[in-house]
């Protein structure tokens, strides 16, 4: 499997700051970039995702940002809240989604209240 | 709708014993994916089904490790015999057989090999 570098490892914010968590990757037959969110001792869930045809994504406070040629993608969290504090997965998959995920090693992201 | 459900949730054995991790996908998804999830290597694909086929195995780390499906809605995944390097969170998922869909994973099966 291609590898996805994420980063930082860990991340403090206070409430109502932006939380960005970056990655990188290698493989160009990617084609779909999901962000997972994974509260302790559950299974990682789709927060949101992106395909390589559009440069931003936007779902409420939550906002990706792709850039193709750069091979890079980054999340965004406006007005972080304590709700938001968990790990977060960058990942990405060929095959119109359709491939098992490659995923980041995870950011674990704490909002201070 | 009961999401993906897996058994057990969590799982005490010694090295040697044979471990057999369950999971029930949700009702009507095609693909069915096996993770493993550690401290030191992060979340891993090890074997993905469609259709009840199994399409890419290249992430089952060794021989000790098999995966079946049966039918679509029974996955197991085995482990004979287990090592302590064994111990970690094995997650399944599934997704509709359409793109761009989401991976819907289950809750985890957490393997503590002594």
């Known amino acids: ?113 | 709708d009961a999401g993906v459900i897996q058994s057990p949730r969590h799982e005490v054995t010694e090295m040697g014993q044979e471990v057999t991790l369950r999971c029930k996908p949700i009702s009507g998804h095609n693909s069915l994916f096996w993770y493993r999830q550690t401290m030191m290597r992060g979340l891993e694909l090890l074997i993905y089904f469609n259709n009840n086929v199994p399409i890419d195995d290249s992430g089952m780390p060794e021989d000790r490790f098999s995966a079946k499906m049966p039918n679509a809605s029974f996955s197991t995944l085995k482990i004979q015999p287990s090592e302590p390097r064994d111990s970690a969170v094995y997650f399944c998922a599934s997704r509709p057989d359409t793109s761009y869909n989401e991976q819907f994973f289950g809750p985890g099966t957490r393997l503590t090999v002594l």
């Not at chain 1, 291609?2 to 990655?23: D, E, M, R, T």
């Not at chain 1, 290698?26 to 995702?49: C, R, S, V």
């Open chain 1, 1 to 113: 499997q291609q590898q996805v570098k994420q980063s930082p490892q860990s991340l403090i914010v206070q409430k109502g700051g932006i939380s960005i968590i970056n990655c990188a990757y290698e493989n160009t037959a990617f084609d779909y970039f999901p962000w997972y969110q994974q509260f302790p001792g559950k299974g990682p869930a789709l927060l949101i995702a992106i395909r390589p045809d559009v440069s931003e994504k936007k779902e409420g406070r939550f906002t990706i940002s792709f850039n193709k040629s750069a091979k890079q993608f980054s999340l965004h969290i406006m007005d972080s809240q304590p709700g938001d504090s968990a790990t977060y997965f960058c990942a990405a998959t060929g095959g119109g989604g359709a491939d098992g995920l490659t995923f980041g090693k995870g950011t674990h992201l704490i909002i201070q209240p």
